[in-house]
């Protein structure tokens, strides 16, 4: 079974420019997440679809950060335009329909972006 | 609020020595625990997770972890580290039901041969 495959997985743009990160969650998940982390800074959490539908995104740290997620499959985070301080590691995750044992997230090997 | 504290920021030990990566969790409601664990240009694995029930939880690659309520504690053992245990790890916290994980901020463990 493939896991969350994240791309591009390593990604440098210049100050005021646009970039996409693309999530693929592993087959049949309904929860995806996104989680980044700047440097020396914790992995923080962004927001949470559950199919195509946006649960929380309470962690989006402003406008210039817009999430999406067409027809509950991949999704995808676009940084327009994008500063210094969004330099970091962006994860994506998913995980199944809620369940009596808790969900468990897995993670992808994350995007890394510079911004320079 | 929740907070997840990861004391040792960097932390070495010998190829053959114990370890125990400590973390302490703040969290209002029954805790949902996790290790993770990011070696060099990989992503995020999960090593164990603790739920409810038995409150000493194995999980991969030889890992476990003891849940203290008391404590607040949620700390990572190995009983014999292998060098290619040297990686970063996360402690996490969460409902018991997914969303939103609040991490600690990692801790690098090195491994001398």
């Known amino acids: 079974e493939a896991g969350v495959t994240q791309f591009p997985s390593h990604s440098v743009i210049e100050k005021g420019q646009t970039v996409t990160l693309r999530c693929d969650p592993i087959s049949g998940h309904d929860n995806l997440y996104w989680y980044r982390r700047v440097m020396g800074k914790e992995i923080k959490f962004l927001l949470h679809?559950?199919?195509?539908?946006?649960?929380?995104e309470s962690g989006m740290p402003n406008n210039r950060f817009l999430a999406e997620r067409t027809g509950g499959t991949y999704s995808t985070l676009k940084v327009q335009p994008a500063e210094l301080e969004d330099s970091g590691v962006y994860f994506c995750a998913s995980s199944q329909e809620r369940q009596t044992s808790g969900n468990t997230i897995y993670f992808g090997e994350g995007s890394w972006l510079t911004v320079v | 609020a929740q907070s997840v504290t990861q004391p040792d920021i960097h932390i070495t030990v010998s190829e053959g020595a114990s370890l125990e990566l400590r973390c302490n969790y703040s969290y209002g409601a029954t805790p949902y625990l996790f290790w993770y664990v990011q070696s060099p240009g990989q992503g995020l694995q999960l090593l164990l997770k603790?739920?409810?029930?038995?409150?000493l939880v194995q999980g991969i690659k030889g890992f476990e972890a003891e849940f203290k309520r008391s404590q607040s504690s949620f700390n990572l053992r190995k009983p014999s580290v292998h060098w290619s245990d040297a990686a970063e790890y996360f402690c996490?916290?969460?409902?018991?039901?997914?969303?939103?994980?609040?991490f600690g901020a990692g801790t690098i463990l090195r491994v001398k041969s």
């Open positions: 603790y739920f409810s029930g038995d409150t």
């Open positions: 679809f559950v199919k195509e539908s946006k649960q929380d």
């Open positions: 996490a916290v969460g409902p018991l039901y997914g969303n939103k994980l609040v």
